[in-house]
């Protein structure tokens, strides 16, 4: 299985999870967003609420209390 892996992830596991795409629905918290951002682009990290389970309002609280530059 370690042959076939190599195979189809030349680069390996990591580098193919950056190219995944994250959204931040229920997972605003300064935890869960580190562990996101030190392997995700913020390019692949999307905007996301899982209305109505969730308020938008408690989304953009966590996302807006998070270290994301202007840029970002």
Do not use: C, I, W
């Not at 918290?29 to 209305?51: E, I, K």
Request: aromatic share 14%; glycine share 12%.
């Amino acid at each position: 299985m370690k042959e076939k892996g190599r195979q189809l992830m030349p680069k390996g596991l990591m580098y193919e999870l950056t190219k995944f795409y994250y959204d931040t629905a229920q997972a605003v918290h300064p935890g869960a967003l580190d562990a996101l951002m030190r392997f995700a682009p913020v390019s692949q990290v999307l905007y996301g609420t899982d209305y109505p389970f969730s308020p938008g309002a408690d989304e953009n609280e966590g996302l807006g209390g998070y270290k994301f530059s202007a840029q970002d």
